[in-house]
């Protein structure tokens, strides 16, 4: 996925600035605001909300309020609880803080009682929250092993070369569909071919069709022309950098709030000699972001 609004960024001046951005790119329907002043109902004094995300719903308008703190440590109990009280003295409907240096643990404990969402920015950007992003992700390479055969019942003579699968394939009008060899590998490339692991026998070549090859005597016969399969499966454990992402770490749940972001390019040969070779999938303590499925065919015979 690509992000189409990373350029039109302007130049980084404080956090609010970021976590506006990110928040208009989550919610392109609703209103996002900037150091608004709202009226404090329990206190009767202004207040300052550094970003104010507002949307109607039918006859009604939900308010969510976030507060930016770009401390140098994490938001301790205080600043929860100091937040929460703002939260409910402009009547918002949800409130979330974000800080850069993360929450403390009796911070984050505070804050899911009182249902206050915790996040720190998580960008690609040219700023001073920078970060460098990674997504684990499992390689799926598939080869093949093809062993061609064929058939005949016609009451023909039918002179065979060794290499028949490299002989053009007619179908009943002449026309020319391609050697069994071509043909094969096309539909393996396409993923037209069983690609589960294991044996997989007599898989037709040209499906239903009546095809026909030289029988070595001036004349065509008709034959059945199949495959057998030998399918290997190798995995790999690794992480693809991010190059692109503008979002929002939830630190209650680990998760990053996104909706769009840039992966980085895959070498295969990379992949299999610097990432971690993978036994037995279920052994894995994680579930990978992706999982990616790659064909290979190296081996042919008759």
């Known amino acids: 996925m690509t992000n189409s609004t990373t350029d039109e960024i302007p ?22 605001q900037h150091n608004v002043m709202l009226d404090g109902i329990d206190s009767e004094t202004k207040r300052q909300i550094d970003v104010l995300v507002e949307q109607n719903i039918g006859q009604y308008t939900m308010r969510i309020v976030i507060d930016c703190k770009d401390y140098s440590k994490p938001v301790d109990v205080k600043g929860v609880e100091e937040f929460q009280g703002l939260v409910l003295d402009v009547r918002a409907h949800k409130g979330a803080l974000v800080c850069p240096a993360g929450f403390t643990k009796s911070a984050l404990k505070r804050a899911k009682k009182l249902q206050i969402d915790l996040y720190r920015p998580v960008s690609t950007g040219k700023h001073k929250w920078h970060a460098t992003v990674t997504a684990p992700v499992l390689c799926d390479f598939r080869s093949s092993f093809m062993s061609f055969g064929i058939s ?12 028949f699968y490299n002989l053009p394939v007619q179908d009943e009008n002449g026309n020319v569909l391609g050697t069994s060899l071509e043909t094969a590998q096309a539909q393996w490339d396409n993923g037209l071919m069983p690609s ?11 499906g239903d069709k009546k095809v026909f090859i030289d029988n070595g005597h001036n004349d065509t016969v008709e034959v059945d022309l199949t495959v057998g399969l030998l399918v290997k499966q190798n995995l790999y454990l690794g992480h693809l950098p991010i190059e692109d992402i503008n979002g929002l770490k939830d630190e209650h749940t680990g998760a990053v709030v996104t909706n769009a972001f840039t992966m980085g390019g895959l070498n295969p040969e990379e992949v ?9 999938e279920n052994s894995l303590e994680f579930q990978p972001l992706f999982r990616v499925v790659g064909y290979d065919i190296y081996g042919i015979g008759a």
């Open 272 to 280: 299999e000699k610097t990432w971690k070779k993978v036994e037995d």
């Open 152 to 163: 005949c019942s016609a009451p023909k003579p039918l002179t065979m070369p060794q290499d």
């Open 11 to 32: 130049d980084w001046k404080e956090l609010e600035t970021l976590v506006v951005m990110i928040q208009r790119q989550l919610s392109p329907d609703a209103s996002v």
């Open 196 to 206: 589960e692991p294991g044996e997989h026998e007599r898989v037709s070549i040209f």
